[in-house]
């Protein structure tokens, strides 16, 4: 009886032995796809990814792998890194902008993620599995983005609570404010007008790049000698000119963001070395913010005069497709919304392209990725496939 | 003698006459593009034939008139312009304050050098329903125009295209308020066609009681599902020839309309999301592919054109949309130009590319919905109204300033 016992037990354990094993196999696949644009080089035509354990392990035309490897031939897909959004507001709770003050470089997005925001969802379904999320523009400085994916469990998805620094080189930080025509109150604030933005961001880079008393000085010290990202919000010629002349001044290199003049000083820009992240980008008519000219091709005016650029504001996918409709070469389109953006907030070494080593973070096309009649078929965060949709239909109610 | 000397001169005034009108005739000749009529099987490598702003032969092998204008079109698309069955872009003020205006018409409204029209022609458009928003109760007359043309007058094809009816209550007011205030509307026109032989109506009435009568349309705008049913009752109760123009919450309502048989024009919104306020669940809702399951035939409007609109402000991009979840491509087409047209009863003048129709047209630079594909030369009326080539706008849009 005891041994029956035993018996039982053993063989219950072996059982189970076997399916943990398995399913912990079932973890590294072999995808073969038509097309895989690893955006390291050209595209590989057909192409293979072999993910295990969330990690891409090997990318190429054909990779060797063990033999009870779970295959899974994805017939004529295009295969392609997540797409990356360099600057984006989604999941900020409980507002991007601190109104009391206009220098507020301590304050971090990564303490307010509302990690269930739907807007996630929604930029996940368009192939985006990581974004910066960024404070506002109210702002002189603004504070401290942090990059997360767009989806996987809570502890998993923060890959960098200490991502760029934002300030807003733009008339938005002196919009709504109003002289002191009252007594003191926390409300009332600097700026009124640009010429404030510039002075108060100026002051704020004397006193901290001369070790004065300054709120968090020393972090807007490193942040000019480069620790982290520099991002400055400056769609304007006359605020890009600024903040070329600041960086000149205080020996930082900047991110311009927005930018939807830059195309008009291109090499200008191409010179200084600064690159432009572009967007959101519109067909629409009208000006675009602070009265900017609505240009359509931004993108492919930037690129030819060497700037480098990514897309962001959400859209990436559509936006990609219109730059390129627009004149952004096909290979830049696709770069602008994967390697790019992941250089420009430093998290190349684990997102932006297909490389052993690098986050199994993909999205499989039903086609070329850059038709606007293409779906998506599914997107993976870490190895894990989210939004699956049935052929060329909708996705399934799923809860992430 | 007598006789055959007026025998001649009938004759030659005959001969006159036809060497006259030939010469006055403008006659265009569409040549080597493949041809998508919307009535048929494509032709590869066929000719559009036009004279006098109608078509009068579509065909493989066709004999150019000698004096036609040539259009070479080998190599492109050449499909019939397109057809936007709802919008007010094209106004100078989408409502009147009133809510309550029928005897008002857009015609009055239609200011043809707002940059819509531009952006139609460049885009294909080449037909366009202009009718009052959904900001009212009884909004005015609609009427579908021409998108070539510098006074309205001379672009209209349907002058009294439909009375706009918006179920969406104003304001602060109530559904209840709001569809008993309609209904005492709809019965006033009732009574007075029924006591049509009394005399003339009041002119003020006049558009509604020819709408009641079912002599022009309505265009009924639902703003979400629970207004489908009372549009649908309207439609029954007061013999309303109705054209459904639906919000995006509608979907809820897809088979209900499936059943009552009627195309829609869907909300300028075609995928969005949504969040289950028990649940917090999130789903995608794809409108087109509920429509298409539910067998609902439709069209689509355009987003306004603003800072953010991304795409979904062309006509084209919407079919394009529809294709990406799983309508065939030739169904998006017709989505955008014979089905609109039927919409709004202007079928036998446009909407394909048949013998008798208007000559409304537009070639593209290759395969529709591409992503490189361009209009190249929109045709109005059997005149070039746009041409890639001399789009200064778009070499701005593209180039930029000084570049």
């Given amino acids: 009886m005891k041994l029956a016992f035993s018996i039982f037990w053993g063989a219950l354990f072996a059982v189970l032995a076997f399916f943990w094993t398995d399913s912990s196999q079932a973890r590294s696949i072999l995808y073969k796809a038509a097309i895989v644009h690893t955006m390291t080089g050209n595209p590989l035509q057909p192409g293979e990814v072999f993910v295990q354990d969330g990690k891409i392990v090997a990318v190429g035309k054909s990779v060797v792998v063990p033999s009870d490897t779970k295959v899974v031939d994805l017939g004529d897909v295009t295969l392609l890194p997540g797409f990356i959004d360099a600057y984006s507001q989604v999941g900020l709770a409980g507002g991007s902008d601190e109104s009391t003050r206009e220098v507020t470089p301590g304050f971090s997005t990564a303490n307010v993620i509302d990690w269930k925001d739907v807007n996630f969802r929604e930029a996940l379904a368009e192939g985006t ?3 910066a999320a960024s404070p506002g523009t109210q702002n002189v400085i603004a504070g401290i983005s942090c990059v997360i994916k767009t989806a996987g469990t809570a502890s998993m998805r923060m890959i960098q609570s200490d991502g760029a620094l934002l300030l807003s080189l733009c008339s938005d930080p002196a919009q709504g404010n109003r002289s002191r025509s009252r007594p003191d109150s926390i409300y009332i604030r600097q700026p009124t007008n640009r010429m404030g933005v510039v002075w108060i961001l100026r002051s704020a880079f004397d006193h901290a790049s001369r070790n004065l008393p300054f709120e968090s000085g020393a972090m807007i010290r490193e942040s000019l000698q480069g620790k982290r990202p520099v991002f400055s919000v400056s769609r304007t010629t006359y605020d890009l000119n600024s903040l070329l002349a600041l960086g000149e001044e205080f020996s930082f290199s900047p991110v311009a963001v927005g930018g939807h003049e830059a195309y ?6 191409s010179k200084a070395k600064v690159p432009v992240i572009l967007g959101p980008l519109s067909t629409g008519g009208g000006q675009g913010p602070e009265e900017t000219e609505p240009i359509w091709n931004q993108a492919g005016i930037l690129s030819r005069a060497g700037v480098e650029l990514a897309l962001a504001g959400g859209n990436l996918l559509t936006q990609a497709r219109f730059a390129h409709r627009f004149g952004l ?4 389109a696709l770069k602008a919304v994967t390697r790019q953006p992941a250089e420009l907030l430093r998290v190349a070494d684990r997102i932006g392209s297909l490389a052993p080593g690098l986050d199994a973070d993909l999205v499989a096309f039903d086609g070329d990725p850059l038709e606007f009649t293409t779906a998506i078929r599914w997107v993976m965060v870490d190895g894990i496939i989210y939004e699956q949709q049935e052929e060329g239909g909708s996705n399934e109610e799923n809860d992430l | 003698m007598k006789k055959t000397t007026f025998r001649l001169m009938l004759r030659g005034a005959c001969f006159l006459l036809w060497v006259g009108s030939s010469l006055g005739a ?18 590869d490598g066929g000719t559009v034939l036009i004279r006098d702003g109608k078509i009068t032969a579509v065909g493989e092998k066709l004999d150019i008139p000698i004096d ?15 057809v936007e069955s709802h919008s007010s872009a094209a106004m100078s003020q989408s409502n009147e304050t009133n809510p309550n205006v029928p005897y008002l018409t857009v015609m009055d409204s239609i200011d043809p050098m707002r940059a819509y029209f531009h952006d139609a022609r460049s885009n294909g458009v080449t037909t366009v329903a202009v ?17 070539g043309g510098t006074f309205v007058e001379d672009m209209v094809l349907m002058r009294n295209a439909g009375v706009k009816i918006s179920l969406k209550p104003l304001n602060e007011a109530s559904r209840m308020g709001h569809l008993a205030a309609l209904r005492l509307e709809l019965d006033q026109a009732k009574k007075l066609l029924d006591d049509e032989d009394d005399g003339p109506p009041d002119p003020k009435k006049e558009a509604l009681v020819s709408m009641v009568g079912g002599k022009i349309p309505a265009f009924i705008y639902c703003e979400s599902a629970m207004d489908v049913a009372p549009a649908l009752q309207l439609a029954a109760d007061y013999d309303l020839k109705s054209i459904l123009v639906l919000g995006r919450k509608c979907y809820l309502a897809a088979s209900e309309i499936a059943e009552s048989g009627q195309p829609v024009i869907l909300d300028s919104t075609l995928v969005f999301w949504e969040t289950d306020p028990r649940t917090g669940s999130d789903k995608k809702i794809v409108l087109t592919k509920i429509f298409q399951e539910a067998g609902v035939p439709f069209t689509f409007q355009v987003a306004a054109s603003t800072t953010s609109t991304l795409g979904n402000n062309f ?6 949309c529809a294709v990406k979840y799983g309508m065939p491509v030739q169904k998006a087409l017709e989505a955008i130009t014979l089905l609109p047209a039927r919409i709004l009863g202007v079928d036998k003048f446009v909407g394909s590319l048949e013998p008798g129709k208007d000559a409304d047209i537009v070639i593209l630079t290759g395969d529709p919905l591409l992503l490189d594909t361009w209009v190249e030369t929109t045709i109005v009326g059997g005149k070039v109204v746009y041409e890639r080539g ?3 706008k778009l070499k701005r849009l593209l180039n930029g300033v000084n570049q």
């Fill in chain 1, 129 to 131: 599995t990581t974004l």
């Fill in chain 1, 264 to 269: 008009k000083m291109a090499p200008r820009l």
């Fill in chain 1, 329 to 332: 070469t096909r290979e830049l």
């Fill in chain 2, 26 to 43: 403008q006659e265009l000749a569409i040549k080597g593009g493949r041809i998508l009529t919307m009535a048929g099987e494509p032709i």
């Fill in chain 2, 68 to 82: 036609a204008m040539v259009i070479d079109a080998t190599g492109k698309t050449i499909m019939p312009g397109f």
């Fill in chain 2, 131 to 147: 009718v009052p928003g959904n900001a009212t109760m009884i909004g005015g007359q609609g009427a579908v125009i021409k998108t």
């Fill in chain 2, 315 to 320: 006509l084209w991009y919407q079919a394009a």
């Fill in chain 2, 390 to 392: 001399k789009d200064r």
